[in-house]
């Protein structure tokens, strides 16, 4: 009488399918390999991630596998869709370890997991967990956020708004460029909330927020939508810019935020512009989010660019020569993210060629980003980037239409192609659709007069400048 035998390579989980075995007997053995499977999964993770994105995530899953396919079961769309997108290539790199070999990973909606996941939190590590949803980044504190004059304003605004949610700047709207710290600070108010009250938070981007109402109208389940914000006691939308010139979402929205307001539950916001720069905006939107605080957040100076990178490098157990931190702080000036970037990627290479950090160690490492040429910027680039800025298609930039809201951002890219090229204005013209070189010289005498004019747009087209040069 011959064996048969599962897929599983490891010989000790081999089960072997002869007729002493009946139906149910296989059953429960099959169903005791895939839950042991699972199991070890979960016990990796355990390991690997911090506890409160374990009880968040994965502690309320369960699953099964057979031919070759790991079949993950979720409590909702919402949370399948973060799931994989957080945490997909993790469990898809430990099933491959675990099991032995390649095996499909795929999800499904199980709704029966959806009473688990919200009424039984864990009590282990973070008791709250089961009443964020969104991931909230454990690592970003008050404790470690390195206050400057540039930031300071905001830092006291955060500060103040975990305190008091909801009692007073309500909406909390951070503003400024990237990599600044402003997804720092609203997921240091959101790691204050969770571990001093039993506060219901919704983290979301942007993007997230959107694509989840498609998918809700999709579904025909935009009732489920609207309960799953309403009900929160704190809502955070990271990069809220995202959802201008989306009508549905803004209404959507709109209502939302009237709801959640009217009975005093907190709003933070961020973008990477003030309400009034945000093209494409709702008015009675643009009034909600001016009606709080509006706090802008500044490029750090060198003192404080000094000070993060110190905090940063004693973290990572790295002394640091003065010289060394001096040379990246007075040259990378507009992103703290790319600072800290520059760090690491000093440290890993100190670590793996077992070298000294000195100053010519950091300048062969770094020589990209610390070389004293300007980065050459094309014209393609810089209607690229002015369009997504202004949340307009590119093709646009080179169209006949001449609305408002088409002809100002195309302004503003041309006077950008003046001052970052080397182009002529009949260059320039060209590359917009052909236009004559009077029209590319309208538009530069245009914006310059504004930014003379005005302080606040002239602040603005340093924003739009310096992203350009990124």
Request: glycine share 4%.
């Amino acid at each position: 009488m011959s064996n048969k035998f599962d897929d599983n390579k490891d010989e000790n989980e081999m089960i072997p399918l002869d007729d002493q075995y009946d139906a149910c007997t296989i059953q429960a053995m099959t169903t005791m390999h895939q839950e042991s499977l699972w199991q070890q999964i979960s016990d990796r993770l355990k390991e690997e991630l911090p506890a409160s994105q374990f009880d968040a995530w994965i502690r309320a899953l369960s699953a099964d596998h057979h031919d070759h396919e790991l079949v993950i079961r979720t409590p909702s769309r919402f949370f399948l869709d973060s799931l994989k997108s957080n945490y997909g290539e993790h469990i898809t790199r430990l099933t491959r370890q675990v099991y032995g070999t390649e095996m499909a990973v795929s999800y499904m909606i199980d709704p029966t997991l959806a009473t688990a996941a919200v009424d039984t939190p864990s009590p282990q590590d973070n008791p709250h967990a089961s009443l964020v949803d969104g991931y909230i980044d454990p690592r970003f504190t008050f404790d470690n956020f390195v206050v400057g004059s540039g930031n300071e304003f905001c830092h006291a605004a955060c500060r103040a708004v975990g305190d008091k949610p909801g009692e007073i700047y309500n909406p909390l709207y951070l503003y400024g460029g990237v990599g600044l710290g402003k997804t720092h600070l609203i997921n240091a108010v959101a790691n204050v909330l969770i571990h001093r009250n039993h506060f219901r938070i919704a983290y979301r981007t942007g993007e997230r927020f959107t694509n989840e109402l498609i998918q809700a109208i999709r579904n025909g389940s935009t009732d489920q939508f609207r309960n799953q914000y309403r009900q929160v006691d704190v809502l955070i939308i990271d990069d809220i810019q995202f959802i201008a010139g989306k009508d549905r979402t803004q209404e959507e929205f709109f209502h939302t935020f009237n709801a959640l307001h009217e009975v005093k539950k907190q709003i933070i916001l961020t973008s990477d512009r003030s309400p009034r720069e945000l093209t494409n905006l709702m008015e009675r939107l643009r009034s909600r989010f001016n009606s709080g605080l509006v706090a802008d957040i500044q490029p750090p100076d060198l003192e404080t660019r000094l000070a993060i990178l110190s905090s940063k490098a004693e973290l990572a157990g790295v002394t640091l020569d003065e010289n060394v931190a001096h040379l990246l702080a007075s040259r990378i000036t507009n992103n703290v993210r790319e600072l800290e970037g520059a760090l690491t990627r000093l440290t890993a290479h100190a670590t793996l060629t077992g070298r000294a950090i000195d100053i010519d160690f950091a300048r062969h490492v770094l020589r990209d980003l610390l070389y004293e040429e300007v980065r050459a910027i094309s014209i393609d680039d810089i209607k690229k980037k002015v369009a997504s800025y202004f949340n307009i298609n590119i093709r646009e930039m080179t169209s006949s239409k001449r609305s408002k809201n088409i002809a100002y951002p195309r302004q503003v890219a041309m006077y950008a192609s003046k001052e970052l090229t080397t182009q002529s204005l009949p260059e320039i013209g060209n590359q917009f659709g052909g236009r004559d070189h009077t029209t590319v010289l309208y538009a530069v005498r245009k914006i310059k007069k504004m930014r003379d004019d005005s302080d606040d747009f002239d602040e603005e087209m340093s924003r739009i400048i310096a992203l350009l040069k990124q």
